[in-house]
Structure formats: C-alpha cells, structure tokens
C-alpha cells in the first residue's frame, strides 16, 4: 500500500494556473503508474493525466495543451501543472498510484476555477 498525500488546490480565476503535488510514502520508481483523477460534484471520477514508470505520459481530451504532468524522483512527488483554467475544470483532483493492477489513493485537494 503506498500514502498518497495532495496539496496545491484552491480557488483561481478562469485562465489562471494552479500546480498540484502529490507526494508517495515511497519512491515512485516502485509505481508502475501516477494519475491525476477528478470528480465534480454529481459526476463520475474521471482520469486527467497519468504518468507511466518509463516516462509515457497520457491525458484526457480536455486538458490536452493545458495541463501536465511530471515528477521529481528526488522528491517521490508527482506535479499536475494547470494552466488556462476553465470553469469546467472544477473539481476534487485525487492522485493515483499503481502498483501490479493494486491502486492506492489520496485524500483529494479541491480545486475551484470561479471568477
């Protein structure tokens, strides 16, 4: 089981920027994967971006070219840069880790995106 904990959310206006941290109670190269989900109010969690042990990255249609993902070995932290935010980019952003099909959670960090 890997602790996951987020930090970095909070309230900005449309077209702002926000970076999320995610640190692992483990390094992350014992992860086969990071994600970032979200969850609005009333709606399925969905995947945003993740991150493969190799380095592979992936993400959801609607973040392409606005958010991204990285991580810092040093610090067993991954990032989610989120730049040009939407309003329809609030949410509760959860990370994710995968160890051998095993996912583990963190607490959520909200993120609201409100003139």
């Known amino acids: 089981q890997v602790q996951l904990v987020e930090s970095g959310g909070g309230l900005v206006q449309p077209g702002g920027s926000l970076r999320l941290s995610c640190v692992a109670s483990?390094?992350?190269?014992?992860?086969?994967?990071m994600a970032w989900y979200r969850q609005a109010p009333g709606e399925q969690r969905e995947l945003v971006a993740s991150?493969?042990?190799?380095?592979?990255?992936n993400y959801a249609d609607a973040v392409k070219g606005r958010f991204a993902i990285s991580r810092d070995s040093a610090k067993n932290t991954v990032y989610l840069q989120m730049n040009s935010l939407e309003p329809e980019d609030t949410a509760v952003y959860y990370c994710?880790?995968?160890?051998?099909?095993?996912?583990?959670w963190g607490q959520g960090t909200q993120v609201t995106v409100s003139s």
């Open positions: 483990r390094t992350i190269f014992s992860l086969d994967a």
């Open positions: 991150m493969s042990l190799g380095g592979r990255t």
């Open positions: 994710n880790a995968n160890v051998l099909g095993r996912l583990s």
